[in-house]
């Protein structure tokens, strides 16, 4: 049968999901009996209008994924954005009649990245622009009409928008807590603007107002314990934070919106003293963690069901301003992110050091126990030595100090360095192990779609690391392995062969 749909992840799933996970996923949630974290989808807007929408959106925009420029999935990232910009165009569209406005919302999107939903918002008819530290390869692709600027946004008097319906925070990292906080505020005298400026955001990366957020020792996730700490900060700002969850293809798919405010707007500048307040108070929660790994919060949660006028009353931090450093932040120390983004996932260590680390693991697993039996896919036993699978602590022991030093460095260590170099090893659970590709052999054979993606380019182009280094060679021959046993099979030697041959 002929299918004329596009796999999308979000409405249409892939087939291969369908077929090999939909029904084990089916049995194990007729099973389940805890309630969940987070409310069920598009509980804040009308689901049909959602489809149609979406459905439109994503029609008039999966274009996008031919001709995207960015190393980043393109199905991802389009069709999540597609379907941000069919909840909020919902999401605004009720606004308006709520409220009997004719005029579409104006907007800016704090740390846009590729600007994709402000492309699509933009075509749609809403005013507004997006603001990045980085500009993006395809920024130039989009036209005039998206406005797209390049700066670090700072939360200061300097970056405020008094006169924007809507500001978004979609995955915008350290500017996620700020966003409420900006929404909330305008240059004073004129507090109007600032009363009637409403947000969205869609938390991701745990930050808070200055470096990574410091997790509590709770029951709860540390997801859920971040999205109750933005949920915090804007009620502290004085919104009525509404919660939702989004139909995107990706674990974090939880928005907060503030649509409303708790109190009359004639209390402006004294609930702008209970933001700056709980702003100082995060101060003493603030670490700089070395890496992603978050550390445990002390510091207890105020009671985000009072009323804004109410928890301005109850805090019992000091009455002083907001502290503002040389630059005019409004808390000392925040730094938005450099221009030019750090690679630090070991992608740029030195091929012989990293070629040093992996012989030295493969080594180490080796001797740790003599040949294993393996079946083949004929059914014959034949012998091959995959070595022992060790914790990756236990590993960590036997390298020196000077490695160890120089991978901490780095995001997620000796496991990410590891896990780069999958034509080795396999990492699971915290566990190391050799990569057999027999297995892989073995394994159910490979969707059509899969092996589209694989090109074919790919084949040979990279020596076999087991037939230069393993004591037994490859386990695969050389027809089967998908890397190449010798320099003579790489595949740019048989294309130089190929034009010798010619001439």
Same mark, same amino acid.
């Given at each position: 049968?002929?299918?004329?749909?596009?796999?999308?992840?979000?409405?249409?799933?892939?087939?291969?999901?369908?077929?090999?996970?939909?029904?084990?996923? /089916?049995?194990?949630?007729?099973?389940?009996?805890?309630?969940?974290?987070?409310?069920?989808?598009?509980?804040?807007?009308?689901? *049909?209008?959602?489809?149609?929408?979406?459905?439109?959106?994503?029609?008039?925009?999966?274009?996008?994924?031919?001709?995207?420029?960015?190393?980043?999935?393109?199905?991802?990232?389009?069709?999540?954005?597609?379907?941000?910009?069919?909840?909020?165009?919902?999401?605004?569209?009720?606004?308006?009649?709520?409220?009997?406005?004719?005029?579409?919302?104006?907007?800016?999107? /704090?740390?846009?990245?590729?600007?994709?939903?402000?492309?699509?918002?933009?075509?749609?008819?809403?005013?507004?622009?997006?603001?990045?530290?980085?500009?993006?390869?395809?920024?130039?692709?989009?036209?005039?009409?998206?406005?797209? %600027?390049?700066?670090?946004?700072?939360?200061?008097?300097?970056?405020?928008?008094?006169?924007?319906?809507?500001?978004? #925070? +979609?995955?915008?990292? %350290?500017?996620?807590?700020?966003?409420?906080?900006?929404? *909330? $505020?305008?240059?004073?005298?004129?507090?109007?603007?600032?009363?009637?400026?409403?947000?969205?955001?869609?938390?991701?990366?745990?930050?808070?107002?200055?470096?990574?957020?410091?997790?509590?020792?709770?029951?709860?996730?540390?997801?859920?314990?971040?999205?109750?700490?933005?949920?915090?900060?804007?009620?502290? &700002?004085? !919104?009525?934070?509404? %919660?939702?969850?989004? $139909?995107?293809?990706?674990?974090?798919?939880?928005?907060?919106?503030?649509?409303?405010?708790?109190?009359?707007?004639?209390?402006?500048?004294?609930?702008?003293?209970?933001?700056?307040?709980?702003?100082?108070?995060?101060?003493?929660?603030?670490?700089?963690?070395?890496?992603?790994?978050?550390?445990?919060?002390?510091?207890?949660?105020?009671?985000?069901? @009072?009323?804004?006028?109410?928890?301005?009353?109850?805090?019992? !931090?000091?009455?002083?301003?907001?502290?503002?450093?040389?630059?005019?932040?409004?808390?000392?120390? !925040?730094?938005?992110?450099?221009?030019?983004?750090? =690679?630090?996932?070991? *992608?740029?260590?030195?091929?012989?050091?990293?070629?040093?680390? =992996?012989?030295?693991?493969?080594?180490?697993?080796?001797? *740790?126990?003599?040949? @294993?039996?393996?079946?083949?896919?004929? #059914?014959?036993?034949?012998?091959? +030595?995959? #070595?022992?699978?060790?914790?990756?602590?236990?590993?960590?022991?036997?390298?020196?100090?000077?490695?160890?030093?120089?991978?901490?460095?780095?995001?997620?260590?000796?496991?990410?360095?590891?896990? +780069?170099?999958?034509?080795?090893?396999?990492?699971?659970?915290?566990?190391?192990?050799?990569?057999?590709?027999?297995?892989? @052999?073995?394994?159910?054979?490979?969707?059509?779609?899969?092996?589209?993606?694989?090109?074919?380019?790919?084949?040979?182009?990279?020596?076999?690391?087991?037939?230069?280094?393993?004591?037994?060679?490859?386990?695969?021959?050389?027809?089967? &392995?998908?890397?190449?046993?010798?320099?003579?099979?790489?595949?740019?030697?048989?294309?130089?062969?190929?034009?010798?041959?010619?001439?």
């Amino acid at each position: 049968m002929n299918e004329s749909w596009v796999s999308d992840g979000i409405v249409y799933p892939k087939t291969t999901w369908l077929g090999n996970e939909l029904l084990s996923k /089916l049995a194990k949630w007729s099973l389940e009996q805890k309630q969940s974290e987070f409310k069920s989808t598009l509980s804040l807007i009308s689901v *049909a209008k959602y489809s149609k929408i979406y459905q439109e959106l994503k029609e008039k925009y999966k274009e996008m994924v031919k001709v995207w420029p960015e190393v980043t999935d393109p199905e991802k990232f389009v069709y999540e954005d597609v379907a941000i910009a069919a909840y909020l165009l919902i999401l605004w569209e009720e606004e308006r009649a709520e409220k009997g406005l004719s005029k579409k919302q104006s907007f800016v999107d /704090l740390g846009c990245g590729n600007g994709l939903l402000v492309h699509i918002l933009s075509r749609e008819g809403h005013p507004g622009k997006g603001i990045d530290v980085r500009r993006r390869k395809i920024w130039d692709m989009y036209g005039p009409q998206t406005h797209l %600027e390049e700066c670090a946004v700072k939360p200061c008097g300097s970056y405020l928008f008094p006169d924007v319906d809507w500001l978004i #925070g +979609n995955h915008s990292d %350290e500017l996620t807590p700020w966003v409420p906080v900006i929404a *909330a $505020r305008s240059p004073y005298p004129s507090c109007r603007s600032s009363y009637s400026c409403c947000y969205f955001v869609l938390p991701c990366c745990f930050f808070d107002f200055h470096g990574k957020y410091n997790r509590r020792q709770s029951k709860k996730t540390q997801y859920r314990e971040y999205l109750d700490f933005v949920t915090q900060v804007g009620c502290a &700002c004085g !919104f009525n934070v509404e %919660e939702d969850s989004l $139909r995107i293809p990706s674990t974090k798919r939880v928005c907060l919106i503030g649509k409303s405010r708790t109190y009359p707007s004639t209390q402006e500048s004294l609930i702008d003293k209970q933001r700056t307040q709980y702003i100082n108070s995060r101060q003493s929660c603030i670490v700089i963690p070395q890496d992603r790994r978050a550390g445990s919060n002390h510091c207890d949660n105020h009671n985000i069901k @009072k009323s804004a006028v109410d928890k301005a009353a109850d805090l019992e !931090f000091p009455e002083n301003e907001t502290k503002i450093d040389d630059s005019g932040i409004w808390l000392s120390g !925040f730094r938005p992110r450099e221009k030019v983004e750090q =690679v630090r996932n070991c *992608a740029t260590l030195p091929r012989d050091f990293v070629d040093d680390v =992996v012989l030295d693991v493969a080594n180490l697993l080796l001797s *740790a126990t003599q040949e @294993k039996p393996c079946n083949l896919p004929d #059914g014959s036993l034949n012998t091959w +030595n995959r #070595g022992d699978s060790l914790p990756l602590r236990e590993v960590a022991e036997h390298l020196d100090k000077e490695t160890l030093k120089r991978l901490k460095s780095e995001y997620g260590g000796l496991q990410t360095l590891l896990k +780069n170099n999958h034509q080795v090893f396999e990492v699971i659970n915290g566990r190391v192990q050799i990569r057999d590709w027999r297995e892989k @052999k073995q394994a159910k054979k490979t969707p059509p779609e899969i092996k589209r993606r694989l090109s074919a380019e790919a084949f040979k182009t990279r020596l076999c690391w087991f037939f230069i280094h393993h004591p037994d060679g490859c386990s695969l021959t050389s027809e089967s &392995c998908p890397y190449a046993h010798g320099t003579e099979e790489l595949r740019q030697s048989q294309i130089l062969k190929k034009i010798k041959h010619v001439q």
